[in-house]
């Protein structure tokens, strides 16, 4: 069995690891922010607090030195598909920034049922 919801979407990444690390992470900061703003949203309707804002965003620099020159990686990572237009952004522009920024490819597969049916054997 798959880990992940079925409903979910395929997103691979590829390119050098470091690169590859960090789109993984740009990935999962976004995914988590849109969920809690949307668990914000439902909680939270009053305003009553300013939200979660206490949590100062890192301004993570990839000066990383490149230990390992070269190199291939590809993950891939699973988005809720009720997230999977977030991620993408208007026109693919958030998602074409998270590739330019980290330098990694990213490639959003379709759902999973029509990927079964273009695999299938004949």
Do not use: W
Not at 50 to 71: E, H, L, T
């Amino acid at each position: 069995a798959k880990d992940g919801n079925p409903d979910d979407r395929l997103v691979h990444l590829s390119g050098p690891p470091e690169c590859v690390e960090y789109a993984k992470k740009m990935i999962e900061d976004m995914l988590n922010r849109s969920r809690e703003r949307a668990s914000a949203g439902l909680q939270d309707r009053s305003r009553s607090r300013s939200g979660s804002r206490s949590r100062s965003v890192k301004s993570k620099s990839r000066s990383r030195s490149p230990a390992k020159k070269g190199g291939h990686s590809t993950i891939t990572v699973h988005v809720p598909h009720e997230l999977i237009g977030m991620l993408i952004g208007k026109g693919g522009d958030t998602i074409k920034m998270i590739s330019k920024d980290s330098g990694a490819r990213i490639e959003i597969c379709k759902d999973e049922a029509s990927e079964k049916e273009e695999k299938r054997p004949v």
